[in-house]
Protein backbone atom coordinates (compact mmCIF):
# COMPACT_ATOMS: atom_id res chain seq x y z
CA UNK A 1 0.00 0.00 0.00
CA UNK A 2 2.58 2.26 0.83
CA UNK A 3 4.37 2.41 -2.47
CA UNK A 4 0.81 3.04 -4.14
CA UNK A 5 0.34 6.06 -1.42
CA UNK A 6 3.59 7.29 -2.65
CA UNK A 7 2.60 7.47 -6.24
CA UNK A 8 -0.73 9.36 -5.41
CA UNK A 9 1.05 11.88 -3.40
CA UNK A 10 3.70 12.24 -5.99
CA UNK A 11 0.86 12.64 -8.71
CA UNK A 12 -1.23 14.95 -7.11
CA UNK A 13 1.84 17.40 -5.72
CA UNK A 14 2.74 18.09 -8.91
CA UNK A 15 6.75 16.88 -8.06
CA UNK A 16 7.15 15.15 -11.26
CA UNK A 17 7.21 18.54 -13.18
CA UNK A 18 9.51 20.32 -10.89
CA UNK A 19 12.85 19.50 -12.91
CA UNK A 20 13.17 18.05 -16.91
CA UNK A 21 14.35 14.36 -15.48
CA UNK A 22 12.04 14.45 -12.32
CA UNK A 23 9.31 11.98 -13.65
CA UNK A 24 12.63 9.08 -13.89
CA UNK A 25 13.42 10.14 -10.26
CA UNK A 26 10.23 9.64 -8.83
CA UNK A 27 9.98 6.68 -10.83
CA UNK A 28 13.20 5.02 -9.06
CA UNK A 29 12.36 6.21 -6.33
CA UNK A 30 8.93 4.04 -5.82
CA UNK A 31 10.70 1.00 -7.48
CA UNK A 32 12.59 1.07 -4.43
CA UNK A 33 9.46 1.52 -1.82
CA UNK A 34 8.25 -1.92 -3.98
CA UNK A 35 11.58 -3.72 -3.28
CA UNK A 36 11.42 -6.67 -1.39
CA UNK A 37 12.27 -5.32 2.77
CA UNK A 38 13.52 -7.92 4.48
CA UNK A 39 17.16 -8.73 2.76
CA UNK A 40 19.27 -7.05 6.07
CA UNK A 41 17.30 -9.37 8.27
CA UNK A 42 18.41 -12.52 7.17
CA UNK A 43 22.05 -11.31 7.55
CA UNK A 44 21.61 -9.82 11.29
CA UNK A 45 19.97 -12.95 12.13
CA UNK A 46 22.79 -14.74 11.60
CA UNK A 47 24.71 -12.35 13.02
CA UNK A 48 22.74 -12.17 16.45
CA UNK A 49 22.33 -16.32 16.41
CA UNK A 50 18.50 -16.08 16.01
CA UNK A 51 16.21 -17.50 13.96
CA UNK A 52 17.75 -17.44 10.44
CA UNK A 53 15.41 -19.89 8.81
CA UNK A 54 12.59 -17.87 9.97
CA UNK A 55 14.25 -14.72 8.00
CA UNK A 56 14.68 -16.56 4.86
CA UNK A 57 11.27 -17.33 4.71
CA UNK A 58 10.33 -13.72 5.10
CA UNK A 59 13.10 -12.55 2.79
CA UNK A 60 11.51 -15.21 -0.09
CA UNK A 61 7.75 -14.04 0.69
CA UNK A 62 8.51 -10.50 0.30
CA UNK A 63 10.87 -11.21 -3.12
CA UNK A 64 7.73 -13.14 -4.37
CA UNK A 65 5.26 -10.13 -3.43
CA UNK A 66 7.41 -7.26 -5.04
CA UNK A 67 7.51 -9.71 -8.49
CA UNK A 68 4.33 -9.95 -8.25
CA UNK A 69 3.23 -6.28 -7.21
CA UNK A 70 6.33 -4.20 -8.90
CA UNK A 71 5.02 -3.87 -12.70
CA UNK A 72 1.91 -2.87 -11.51
CA UNK A 73 2.86 -0.25 -9.13
CA UNK A 74 5.28 0.72 -12.04
CA UNK A 75 2.67 0.75 -14.44
CA UNK A 76 0.67 3.37 -12.24
CA UNK A 77 3.43 5.68 -11.56
CA UNK A 78 3.25 5.91 -15.34
CA UNK A 79 -0.09 7.09 -16.16
Do not use: H, W
Not at 23 to 38: G, K, R
Not at 45 to 65: E, R
Request: glycine share 2%; net charge neutral; hydrophobic share 60%.
Amino acid sequence: MLPLIAVFLLKISGAARLLPDAEQILLITVMAACAPAAANVTQFTQLYNKDSAYAGMLNVVTVIFSIVTMPFIIAVCQL
